[in-house]
């Protein structure tokens, strides 16, 4: 993705964002420099990755596939395998009229996805096997603020503004938004975006950014190579 084309879907989604009430924290707004100058105030921030996520899968075709994401809080892997302190992660995602986000579950992540305003939000579910692997003719339950709800394989669930879902890791599912764009929220167990994707297709989790212009933000992807950190 080009860079320029990054900075404009920041400044959308900040409109959007505003649109229905959410305000995002200080260090969001802060240019590279000032990242680069605080980077030692921000190391909570930068070592659990929150801020800005735009992605592509990769695969180019930000439109018909990608996801708008920013994470506002997260715990740590460590407290999380010693069941005890920061267990927990908060993000907001915007997900496009008929934009894809491509199947995938998670080994670790417990999730609420909430449609927070907008449009409807269709999320397509599949089962897991015995093992954890993609199942085409496989169910399973789920819970839709709090009620059980059996599903099918490919069943969808259609999720109007204030409507959430609890998907638990083995499940799969893909999601877009329909008639219109879609602000959602996420409160899950800790994100580890780096290693607890697991794609139905071999993808990739982040953009691959062409430097045309100067980064308004920075990305989280971004952390390791503009701040010179592990």
Same mark, same amino acid.
């Given at each position: 993705?080009?860079?320029?084309?990054?900075?404009?879907?920041?400044?959308?989604?900040?409109?959007?964002?505003?649109?229905?009430?959410?305000?995002? $924290?200080?260090?969001?707004?802060?240019?590279?420099? @000032?990242?680069?100058?605080? #980077?030692?105030? /921000?190391?909570? %921030? !930068?070592?659990?990755?929150?801020?800005?996520?735009?992605?592509?899968?990769?695969?180019?075709?930000?439109?018909?596939?990608?996801?708008?994401?920013?994470?506002?809080?997260?715990?740590?892997?460590?407290?999380?395998?010693?069941?005890?302190?920061?267990?927990?992660?908060?993000?907001?995602?915007?997900?496009?009229?008929?934009?894809?986000? $491509?199947?995938?579950?998670?080994?670790?992540?417990? @999730?609420?996805?909430?449609? #927070?305003?907008? /449009?409807?939000? %269709? !999320?397509?579910?599949?089962?897991?096997?015995?093992?954890?692997?993609?199942?085409?003719?496989?169910?399973?339950?789920?819970?839709?603020?709090?009620?059980?709800?059996?599903?099918?394989?490919?069943?969808?669930?259609?999720?109007?503004?204030?409507?959430?879902?609890?998907?638990?890791?083995?499940?799969?599912?893909?999601?877009?938004?329909?008639?219109?764009?879609?602000?959602?929220?996420?409160?899950?167990?800790?994100?580890?975006?780096?290693?607890?994707?697991?794609?139905?297709?071999?993808?990739?989790?982040?953009?691959?950014?062409?430097?045309?212009?100067?980064?308004?933000?920075?990305?989280?992807?971004?952390?390791?190579?503009?701040?010179?950190?592990?």
């Amino acid at each position: 993705m080009k860079r320029s084309r990054i900075n404009d879907i920041i400044a959308q989604s900040e409109d959007m964002m505003r649109q229905f009430g959410f305000t995002l $924290p200080p260090f969001a707004y802060w240019s590279p420099d @000032e990242f680069k100058a605080r #980077r030692a105030d /921000a190391k909570n %921030v !930068i070592d659990s990755r929150c801020g800005w996520d735009i992605t592509d899968y990769g695969a180019g075709e930000y439109d018909k596939m990608g996801l708008f994401l920013f994470t506002l809080r997260n715990g740590r892997l460590t407290d999380l395998q010693q069941g005890g302190g920061m267990c927990y992660a908060e993000k907001l995602l915007i997900s496009k009229q008929d934009q894809l986000s $491509p199947m995938h579950t998670h080994v670790l992540k417990a @999730e609420d996805i909430i449609n #927070r305003g907008g /449009a409807t939000l %269709v !999320i397509e579910l599949f089962g897991s096997d015995d093992v954890g692997k993609f199942a085409e003719d496989r169910g399973g339950s789920v819970f839709c603020d709090g009620i059980r709800r059996d599903f099918a394989a490919g069943d969808k669930l259609h999720l109007t503004p204030g409507e959430s879902v609890t998907l638990m890791p083995g499940d799969w599912h893909a999601f877009w938004g329909e008639g219109g764009d879609v602000l959602i929220g996420e409160v899950s167990t800790v994100n580890d975006d780096e290693t607890d994707n697991i794609f139905r297709e071999p993808i990739g989790r982040f953009a691959n950014v062409e430097e045309d212009v100067q980064p308004s933000h920075l990305l989280v992807s971004d952390y390791q190579t503009w701040l010179s950190v592990p």
